[in-house]
C-alpha cells in the first residue's frame, strides 16, 4: 500500500515539473517574441552580415548555416531557462509579473464606474 502511494505521488510530482517546464517554455518564448524584439532584430542583423562573410567560403550553405544556428541559439536558450527554472522550483504563478498568465482571479475583481453617474445618480425624477 505504501509503495503504491509513494509511486502515485511520484507521478504526480513528474507531472507537476512537466506541466511547470511546458509553462515555462511557453511564457519565456512570448516573452523572447514580444519584449525581446530589438533582441531579435540585432540578432538577424548579425546573421546578415555573417551569412554574407560566410558566403564567401561556402556559398551553398551559408545562409543555412547561420539562419539554423540562430534558430537553435533561441531555441536552446529557452528550453534552458525552462529548465533551470523548473528544477529551481520556481513556479510561474509565483512569479508576479506574470499576472497575465494566471486568467482570471476572483480578488482582482474590479466594479466599473461610468463617468455619468455623478451626474445622474442623485436625480430624482
Do not use: R
Not at 28 to 46: E, K, Q, S
Not at 59 to 75: E, K, R
Not at 93 to 120: D, F, I, N, R
Amino acid at each position: 500500500m505504501v509503495l503504491a502511494q509513494s509511486s502515485n505521488l511520484e507521478k504526480t510530482y513528474s507531472l507537476l515539473m512537466i506541466k511547470s517546464f511546458l509553462i515555462w517554455t511557453f511564457t519565456l518564448a512570448v516573452c523572447l517574441l514580444v519584449v525581446g524584439f530589438p533582441l531579435v532584430v540585432l540578432m538577424a542583423t548579425v546573421g546578415c552580415l555573417l551569412s554574407i562573410v560566410l558566403q564567401s567560403v561556402m556559398p551553398v550553405s551559408a545562409v543555412l548555416l547561420v539562419a539554423g544556428g540562430l534558430i537553435m541559439l533561441n531555441v536552446m536558450a529557452v528550453l534552458i531557462a525552462a529548465g533551470v527554472l523548473t528544477f529551481k522550483g520556481v513556479h510561474p504563478k509565483e512569479v508576479q509579473w506574470l499576472s497575465w498568465l494566471h486568467g482570471g482571479e476572483a480578488e482582482q475583481m474590479q466594479t466599473t464606474v461610468y463617468a455619468a453617474c455623478p451626474l445622474t445618480c442623485d436625480v430624482k425624477v
